[in-house]
């Protein structure tokens, strides 16, 4: 394992640690303040706004100046947001630090998304291992996002088990929040240790010589021309899924808490157990992704998700709704590395970031979308209604996916399953003779 690959491994964990334990604050501490679905999605769309701002800028500039820059400024800003969460209680400024430390991403379950840094993180890590190691390192990068969503979440068992006795303590939240402002710090002081090879930048030197050369002017940033094919699919399957993940994700804490008035410290314990739960499955995203393929792997977890989306919804209590949730959770563990992997393995090796971060664009830009419209039917329509849709959303993205990829597999999958057939042929071939 390379230096590089060990501070990704050991920054995945403090990141998710922190997003997690924010994942469960954030949102019961806003309604705490009095705000209601629609003003909640409104603040988690202007959070995927700045998010895909960043996360684009970041991806686009990192194949030119390198990633370690990135790895150390964007976590800063995270740690900074939550250390606004323990000095003011005014909503219009904890709306900007949330949009600024991206609070509002996901799910304390998992907490899978570190922000908006992730395709820079998802380049150098690419690049610090042999292609047929690649789904193996995305596994255990999940992995480590399910230690660290487990010990944030560990962490909210801590807070008293009623709601009301939170709100008239607010020295439970901050010291919650100097504890997620803890995570990032720690992870942007570690990137500072990370070596690159500064390939991409010898590589964009040389272009940029060529370009001269040629008398030509092309700006600076450009769309990437070889992988065009790949951004262009993606554009349609991300946001199609974005629009779904927009409309539960960063709700699901909201969702227990009014429908089921689950306290924080109950919160905690549930995803305490999904954590533990999908620790296993993380790892076993590359062998099942070996022995079926990763395109059918990804779209048959994906439509599993979705399915289960219906009845945890129409779940009559919280324990039953929360096993429902648990069982989803370890489904999405297993295609979460395998769509990252297969992105950056599809990708031309000089467009990487570039290409993870567009293409996330129509996906951050739905997920924008989907809160203010989930928050609005969840003060006048129904509490399970978005999450219904989002459902049918997801099956349609799987399908999709489906479509465009099952026939275009990544190169070393093809190798694998070369060998393979040359090995059973040669047996064959032994048998008989």
């Known amino acids: 394992m390379s230096r590089n690959l060990k501070i990704i491994y050991i920054s995945r964990i403090t990141m998710s640690a922190s997003r997690a334990l924010a994942a469960v604050l954030v949102p019961i501490y806003f309604a705490l303040l009095g705000l209601k679905g629609t003003q909640l999605g409104l603040i988690f769309f202007g959070v995927a706004i700045v998010s895909t701002l960043i996360s684009t800028l970041s991806g686009m500039t990192s194949d030119r100046i390198g990633r370690k820059p990135f790895l150390i400024f964007i976590p800063l800003l995270a740690s900074i947001a939550a250390v606004a969460f323990i000095l003011t209680t005014n909503i219009y400024l904890l709306a900007l630090f949330s949009m600024l430390g991206s609070f509002g991403r996901g799910a304390g379950a998992g907490a899978g998304q570190i922000g908006p840094y992730q395709p820079v993180e998802s380049a150098l890590a690419v690049e610090s291992v042999e292609s047929s190691k690649r789904n193996q390192v995305f596994g255990r990068l999940a992995f480590a996002s399910s230690i660290g969503a487990l010990i944030g979440s560990a962490i909210a068992i801590t807070f008293p088990t009623q709601n009301h006795l939170v709100l008239h303590s607010l020295g439970m939240f901050k010291i919650g929040f100097l504890t997620t402002a803890i995570g990032p710090l720690f992870s942007s002081t570690l990137a500072v240790f990370i070596k690159e090879t500064h390939q991409t930048n010898k590589q964009a030197s040389t272009e940029t010589a ?27 399957t991300n946001g199609i899924n974005g629009l779904a993940v927009g409309m539960f994700g960063p709700f699901v804490t909201y969702w227990l808490y009014v429908k089921f008035g689950a306290s924080v410290s109950s919160i905690g314990v549930l995803y305490t157990l999904v954590n533990i739960a999908t620790l296993p499955s993380t790892l076993s995203a590359a062998p099942i992704a070996k022995k079926l393929g990763l395109v059918k792997t990804v779209t048959l977890v994906r439509t599993i998700q979705a399915l289960l989306l219906i009845p945890m919804v129409l779940a009559p209590t919280y324990a039953i709704a929360g096993g429902i949730y648990l069982v989803r959770m370890v489904f999405q563990r297993i295609g979460m590395p395998l769509r990252q992997s297969y992105v950056v393995a599809m990708a031309d090796k000089d467009e990487r970031a570039t290409v993870t971060a567009l293409s996330n664009i129509p996906s951050q830009t739905a997920n924008a979308i989907g809160p203010a419209f989930a928050g609005y039917l969840f003060d006048n329509v129904s509490l399970d209604l978005p999450f219904m849709l989002a459902a049918i959303f997801q099956l349609l993205n799987s399908g999709l996916y489906w479509i465009f990829f099952h026939k275009i597999p990544p190169q070393d999958e093809i190798d694998y399953n070369v060998k393979l057939d040359k090995t059973s042929t040669e047996n064959k071939n032994s048998r008989q003779d």
């Open 210 to 236: 060529r370009r001269s050369l040629n008398g030509s002017n092309k700006p600076k940033f450009q769309l990437p021309k070889n992988s065009m094919w790949l951004l262009k699919r993606l554009f349609i």
